[in-house]
């Protein structure tokens, strides 16, 4: 009976603890502020890792925001300061880009129930997001890129590569949030034993 009780109580910390900073404007605020500070070093924002992180742990409605802005800021600074040319095609691909991007944070964000209470399903279900998201992602890509491709083709090295990239960042905002989540179940777990 007890060791029932210490299960409840360890997943019921987990779903308050997540909620907690599902919510947190500042989490939202810092991955809006991470994915635009991302333009310096890449051509490209890392969508995929903002979108599966944006829907793993943010509520429903601000994971769309933030994926959603990042896209619009990513565009903003290729067609503004990058000089991405003005063409059909161009906005093609942008368009492409925030369908996939869209794509990925409502996977991520459908958190089945293992994902919503426990540690392990809550990594399971990043794993999963992180994989079948990039393949959304790429795949939508790739499907488009013989109809739309302008001279170079993209094989399998460079799809290697940049799931690389989306693994790195999603790797470095899954370690932060998951100190995070961490810090709040101790709060929580405190605050529940505290008379």
Do not use: C
């Amino acid at each position: 009976m007890s060791n029932t009780i210490h299960l409840s109580t360890d997943k019921t910390r987990f779903e308050l603890a997540w909620r907690s900073l599902a919510t947190n404007r500042w989490l939202l605020l810092t991955f809006l502020t991470l994915g635009t500070a991302s333009n310096v070093m890449y051509a490209h924002t890392p969508l995929v890792a903002f979108a599966v992180m944006s829907g793993l742990v943010l509520t429903r409605r601000r994971a769309i925001a933030v994926a959603l802005l990042l896209w619009v800021v990513n565009q903003a600074i290729g067609f503004g300061l990058r000089g991405y040319p003005l063409t059909a095609t161009a906005f093609t691909w942008g368009a492409l880009m925030g369908l996939g991007t869209l794509l990925v944070v409502t996977f991520a964000g459908w958190r089945p129930g293992f994902a919503q209470t426990t540690w392990v399903g809550h990594g399971l279900w990043l794993a999963l997001s992180l994989l079948i998201g990039f393949g959304l992602y790429q795949g939508l890509i790739l499907l488009a890129h013989p109809f739309m491709a302008d001279g170079h083709w993209m094989d399998w090295a460079i799809v290697v590569k940049l799931f690389g990239k989306q693994t790195m960042w999603t790797g470095v905002m899954a370690l932060a949030h998951g100190f995070l989540l961490w810090r709040q179940s101790t709060l929580v777990s405190q605050s529940q034993t505290q008379p």
